[in-house]
Structures are given as C-alpha cells and as structure tokens.
C-alpha cells in the first residue's frame, strides 16, 4: 500500500470516529467548534475573552487546548472560569476525533452547550482532520501577512469562518486588509470574516455568537469542494456542511 492510500485509510477512520462523536454530542446538546492558526496567532488570548464573556453571560461552555508540551494553555484559560482540559499530542502536530473522544469521555460537563477545541498551532496538518465540529474558526494575526490564505488554501479554505486577530497593531504592521479579504475570497469564495482583538474585545461578542447560533442550525456558509491528492474528492459530511470537503494534498501530511 502507497502511503497516499494509507494517509487516505488514516483519513477515512478519522472522519468517520468524527461523525460519530459529532452525532453523539449532538444528542447530548453540544456544538463543537474548533479553532485552527498558527503559533502566535493570539487564539488562545482571544479564546480566553470568549470563554469569559459567556461565563459572564451564564453560557455553559467548556474547551480543549491542545499543545506538543506543557499545561500553559490551560492554566491561562482556566483564569476565565469555564471548565477546561490540557491535551498534550506527545509531538503530534494535530489533534484527531479520537483524542478529542477520549478526552470528552467522562469530563465534559453534562449541561456544556459549546466546546471549543484550540487546535495545536499549526495551519498544515490539523486542516485536514475533522474532528467532530460544526464550526470551523480560521485565525490569522495582522502580523502574519495578507498571502497566508493563498500559501495555506486548506485550513482557510475548509473555514465556515475566517477571524483576523490582534487588530490593534494592524497600522504599525503595515496590513493591507483588503488584500488578506480578497485572499482569503480566492480560497474560500462568500465566506465571512470578522475582525477581533483580545486586548479591546472587539469581536468577542460575534464569535460566541456565531458557535451559540449553529446550536440550532449549522452555519451558513458551506465552504467549497477541494480536491484531493490526485485530483479527486476527499468527501464527507461534517462541519455541519452536508457533503464538505478537506483538500487532503500531500503537503497537508502529518509531520514525522
């Protein structure tokens, strides 16, 4: 067996453990939503004033926070006053439907609503794992430049939404927004981004809205089929998406 026909095995069990954890939390009453970036993204700040903002709201909500080594997330979500759990990958480069599983199993808080998952920081492997959401968050700092979309057209382009984060030095970094939308259109065409900064709270408000709003209909935007490794469809249907896609391409392959 080719490894292409192996990654593709690996991929098929995936999603399959993924639609069923999503299926089961479903009928438990929870969303999952799951955040992808890169390291310095400021996803785990950002996430941190969400978990906040829906304690302060009287939101049940819980979330993973998943890292290669130490317990430093955690400890730095934990301060919101939501539940929440540390999941070392052990030097994995991605989380899969079978950690998360294992993880939910006998923790999760029987009235939790939404889970948010912190992927690892990594925009290559965790793109193409479903791991049981409804919502998929891609985040890029301003820091981070307006071609990160087209050089990383997976984890932007399988988003149901798209977050810019640490706004406030978007002047002194010199980002051109309008470009990084435009960008950000080519590989995920009618998809909606939102502008956030921990430091203010801006857009904390619309993403807890938008994981409370697929608690009852899964989103709107359906991002576009992408092609598999050799040109074909690598098809499901998670993400809340009826039938969406990942575009599995070699490039996306777990690290050794």
């Not at 095995?9 to 939390?25: F, I, S, T, Y």
């Not at 820091?143 to 002194?172: M, N, Q, R």
């Amino acid at each position: 067996m080719c490894r292409s026909d192996v990654r593709q095995a690996v991929l098929a069990k995936n999603d399959d453990l993924a639609a069923l954890l999503r299926e089961d939390l479903a009928e438990r009453g929870v969303t999952v939503v799951n955040l992808l970036s890169s390291p310095g993204s400021g996803k785990t700040e950002l996430l941190g004033r969400v978990l906040a903002r829906a304690v302060q709201r009287g939101v049940p909500v819980a979330a993973l926070t998943a890292d290669l080594a130490t317990e430093n997330d955690a400890q730095r979500l934990a301060r919101s006053g939501a539940p929440v759990q540390q999941l070392l990958t052990d030097g994995l480069c991605h989380l899969e439907a079978g950690q998360v599983r294992d993880r939910v199993d006998g923790w999760l808080p029987a009235d939790t609503e939404v889970l948010f998952v912190e992927n690892v920081g990594n925009l290559v492997c965790p793109a193409s794992y479903d791991l049981g959401e409804t919502l998929r968050i891609a985040l890029m700092a301003v820091t981070e430049g307006e071609d990160k979309p087209l050089k990383y057209p997976t984890a932007f382009g399988s988003a149901h939404l798209v977050a810019i984060t640490k706004t406030d030095l978007a002047a002194p970094a010199g980002f051109d927004e309008a470009a990084f939308r435009a960008n950000v259109q080519r590989v995920n065409p009618g998809v909606e981004t939102v502008r956030t900064c921990a430091r203010s709270g801006d857009g904390v408000d619309a993403l807890l809205e938008r994981a409370l709003a697929v608690r009852h209909a899964p989103p709107a935007h359906r991002p576009p089929l992408a092609p598999g490794p050799h040109g074909h469809d690598h098809g499901h249907g998670g993400h809340g998406g009826g039938g969406h896609s990942h575009s599995h391409d070699p490039a996306a392959a777990p690290l050794a």
